[in-house]
Each structure stands twice: as C-alpha cells, then as structure tokens.
C-alpha cells in the first residue's frame, strides 16, 4: 500500500469511528425525549452524550474525512506526489491525540458544554487543549494544501488549477479564517477561566467569536460534497460538467459569502444592535446564491449525461440517469435533502421568522438535514468511490451500498420531518426530558416516537456503511483500480481569468467583508464591555 492510500485511510478511519460512535449516543439521546423509558435516564449523562455526539460529528467526522480526502485530491487531480508528507503524518497524530485528549474529560463528565462551549460555563482544561490540538493539525494541512496548489502553477504557468484542487484550497482558506474567531475565544478567554486565571467571563464577546466560526464551519464541512457534485458525480453519471467557470465561482462565493455571516446566530442575543443585526440577514441572503448556482450547474450537468444515455422528452433523462451508481443516487438524495434543510435556513435567516423558531427543534431539524442529510450523504458516496482505488478491491455489485444510502435518506427524512412540526409547535431544544403528563406537551409524544424511529434506521445504515467499508479489507486486492478520474467540463478551458485561478484578491474583500461585519461589534466589547458572567466550572 502506498503512502497516500495509508495517508487517507488511517484519516477516513478516525472520522468514520468517531461517526459511527456519534450515531449511537444520537440515537439514546432521543430515547431519553421520548415518552419511553430509556437506560441511564438522567440530566447529567443527557448532556455528556450531547457533548460527545456533537463533538464527534462536528469536529472528529469532519476534520479528519476533509483532510484525508483533500490529501488523496491534492495527488490524484494535480497528478504529483503531495509534499511534505511527514507534515501530513504529524498533523495526524496532533489532531488524533488531541481527540483523545479531550475524550478523557468527556467520559469523566468533566466537559458537559456541548460542542459549542456555551461559557461561563467551562469545562475540564484538557477539553479545550485537546480541540485546539485538532485544529492545530488542520491548520498543517491548509499549509499543506496551499502549498501543493502553488507548487502546481509554478510548474504549469497560465494553466488553471484542476477545479477539485481549486475547491479543496478555497475550502483551506476558508478554514483558516473561520477557526480564528473559536481559537481567539478559547485561547485568550476560555483557557484562562478553566484554569481558573479569571474568575468571570464576557459571555457576549465570547459568543460573537464562535459566531465568527459557527457558520462557515458548515461551508468547511459541505465543501467536500460540492467537490463530488462538480467533479464527481458528473463522471459517474457519464457525462461532462456543465461549466468549470460555474463552480470556481461557487466555490469562491462560499469563501466570500460564508464568512461574515455568523451574527445571525445571534439574533436574539441583546447584546448586539437591530442594526448589525439587519446587516447580518441581509449578508446571509447571499449564502444561497452559490447553493443555486450548484443546483443549476450540477441539475444541467446530470441532463447531459442522461441525454447522452438515450434519455428524451422533457424529463426522460431522469430516468436514463445511471441511479445503480451509488454516486449519482447519493448527489440525488442529497439535492432532496437540501431543498428541506435549505428551505429551513431561508426561514432561519429572517429575523422575524426566525423569532418564532429560535432555539426549538426547527433549528435541530434544519442542521441535521444539511449536515447529516447533504453532507454526510456525500462523505459515504466519496467513500464508496475512492475506496477501490485505496484497497484494490471492488464488490461485484452495489446493492448493499445502495441500500445504505437509501436507508440513510429514509431515516433522515423520518427523524427530521417530526422536528420541523414540533419546532413550529414550541418544543425547545436543548433540554433532556419532558413532562408528558403535562396536557400542553403530550400530544408531542408521538411525533417525538416518530423520530426516533428515524434515528434507529439512520443507525442501522450507518452500522451498514462501516461493513460496506470492511468488506474491502477483508479481501485481498486483485490489482491496482482504475485511476481517479474527475468530471470534464462540457467546454473545458485552457486558460482562466486570474481571479478564477487562485485567491490573493479573494483574500482581500474576505478580510474588508470580516472588518465591516465583526470589527465594531468586537471592538464594543472590548471597549466598553458590559458586565461579565461569574465563571461556573464543570464538576
């Protein structure tokens, strides 16, 4: 096995162990809101799954699977060995340890704060040191990643950039400056008070810092899913790529777009101005423009391929379309998927709308379905087509592999459908049982049932998808798989503008759109801060 197949299996591993981890205490966790009597049924553990599940999902899944993927990119759409690779190994080890670093304090519920922190409440120190540590070996391979593309365009002057790389640097960009806002509040605030440096904490600067990373760390998670929309599945399905220019200009919008958005989150928090406020919806809005450029490009590209098949008449290519290919019915589960989750952020990012919605399980719905549905859908459709290509071995057929997908897409919609009613009825998140002999939440009991069963489907796919996955170890490989291929566009360009190629003038206006979103909110803070919280540590 080569080094770039160990590379990207031992990262996929890690992230899918920790997935499938995560997809076990999701599914006890809805047990405990249900009106069924579940196992070690108390508050504390409640919120111990909580921290472990999203942790798991947030940072573990999706730190590892886009790292490894975009080391097999970097080699497989440049066609040249990845540089520094004892880099790539020890950003490996850093971000592995640092998991397990911050697991010890998790299991001892010493670190009950969920992914997302929530001061003053702190956790255990290791906690916060073992997810730097994760982010400190992602930030080793942005370098890596920036560095291979520029290796590239010296070597190939005037030629554009492969546009799986072009994705997988802006994706890097984006992560470097996303993470800044979370590692300024864990460093300089966070840290301190779990070590008992300071004994109160500004609850608002702290909560407009991860802002700064709440919402583009979606992007860098969906990213790896656009790669496969754009160059991907267009292959798969036997066709070509609507237009290359279309999906630079996605991937750039999102770099653009995603950043200065985070305040949204935020908008009934009254620690910030209507005025900001409105600045931040009206930002959010441009977030769907490359999402709509996607389903275009992409709904254009699969016409192609299915016209190529014999399809006819208006929607003949649909059915033409190669659906036993577990990569066409993955990116077709996952558009489903995404008109729900997405139709659920429109409604999230209207400060009016989102009054009514705001922390109840609308919210738990309308993530669950982008991560869980569009994302994580893709995470198993990349794996099952690179898989091959790192073992050896393909199965004779796709049946198992397709059942999982449909299990999963099943499941999803099943467990999320049931949240979106509640969140519209009031049900809030965040809290580990209900009283259903009260007369208000009982008629909740049901649905709430419902979506539970929905989670064990999407535990048994899961289950699936890791056997799936085993099966290519456990037989010995015949012969080298075919090469990576990535999608040609239907007019495959020689030459791009400059502004398509790479991301000097993009890094600019990311960093005027940053000043103009967060600088005076953050600057108010630290002027003329408003009374800080005592700090509560975990015990």
């Known amino acids: 096995m080569r080094s770039l197949e160990r590379l990207t299996l031992a990262h996929l591993w890690v992230a899918f162990a920790a ?232 991937f750039i919008l999102f770099l653009v777009y995603s950043l200065p958005v985070g305040l949204h989150h935020l908008f009934m928090d009254p620690e910030h101005s209507t005025g900001f406020k409105f600045l931040q919806m009206s930002l959010t809005v441009l977030v769907a423009v490359p999402t709509l450029l996607t389903v275009f490009t992409i709904s254009a590209s699969m016409e192609i391929a299915g016209r190529l098949r014999g399809g006819t008449g208006l929607f003949g290519w649909i059915a033409a379309l190669p659906w036993e290919r577990p990569m066409v019915l993955a990116t077709g589960l996952a558009f489903f998927m995404l008109w729900f989750g997405g139709g659920g952020g429109l409604i999230n990012m209207s400060f009016g709308m989102n009054a009514m919605v705001h922390n109840t399980s609308w919210v738990t719905a309308h993530f669950h379905l982008i991560f869980g549905g569009t994302a994580v859908i893709m995470y198993f459709a990349i794996a099952y087509s690179i898989w091959p290509k790192l073992t050896g071995w393909r199965p004779a057929d796709a049946r198992l592999q397709r059942l999982q997908l449909w299990l999963w897409a099943i499941g999803m919609m099943v467990m999320t459908l049931p949240w979106h009613y509640l969140g519209l009825l009031g049900q809030w998140r965040r809290v580990a049982t209900f009283d259903y002999s009260n007369p208000l939440i009982a008629p909740w009991g049901k649905w709430v049932v419902l979506s539970l069963i929905g989670g064990v489907i999407l535990l048994i796919s899961a289950l699936l998808f890791v056997y799936n996955l085993w099966q290519h170890h456990r037989q010995e490989a015949r012969q080298a798989d075919t090469p990576q291929r990535y999608a040609l566009a239907l007019h495959q360009p020689h030459a791009v503008p400059a502004a398509f190629n790479g991301f000097r003038a993009w890094n600019w206006l990311v960093l005027f759109l940053m000043i103009a979103a967060y600088g005076y909110p953050i600057a108010q803070f630290l002027i003329d801060p408003p009374p800080a919280a005592v700090v509560h540590r975990v015990d």
């Open 19 to 250: 997935f499938t981890a995560a997809c076990f205490l999701g599914v006890w966790q809805m047990w405990v809101r249900s009106p069924l009597s579940a196992p070690f049924s108390t508050p504390d553990h409640y919120f111990q799954s909580v921290t472990a599940h999203g942790v798991s999902m947030a940072y573990v899944l999706t730190t590892f699977f886009v790292m490894g993927f975009g080391y097999y990119v970097a080699e497989t759409a440049l066609k040249r060995p990845l540089p520094g690779k004892l880099w790539a190994w020890i950003g490996f080890w850093m971000g592995l340890f640092g998991v397990l670093l911050a697991l010890v304090p998790i299991l001892l519920n010493k670190a009950s704060v969920l992914y997302t922190f929530y001061p003053p409440i702190t956790a255990s120190p290791l906690f916060y040191i073992g997810l730097v540590l994760v982010v400190a070996g992602s930030w080793i391979w942005c370098v890596l990643m920036i560095v291979s593309m520029g290796g590239w365009k010296r070597d190939n002057p005037g030629k554009p950039v492969p546009l799986a790389m072009f994705a997988t640097v802006a994706n890097a960009i984006l992560w470097l400056w996303t993470t800044v806002g979370v590692a300024a509040e864990i460093l300089f605030i966070v840290l301190p008070a779990s070590l008992g440096w300071t004994q109160t904490v500004d609850v608002g600067l702290t909560r407009t810092l991860f802002s700064w990373t709440l919402h583009a760390i979606v992007y860098f998670w969906l990213i790896p899913s656009y790669i496969a929309f754009y160059t991907m599945a267009p292959e798969e399905a036997g066709g070509r790529l609507y237009s290359d220019m279309m999906g630079r200009l996605t």
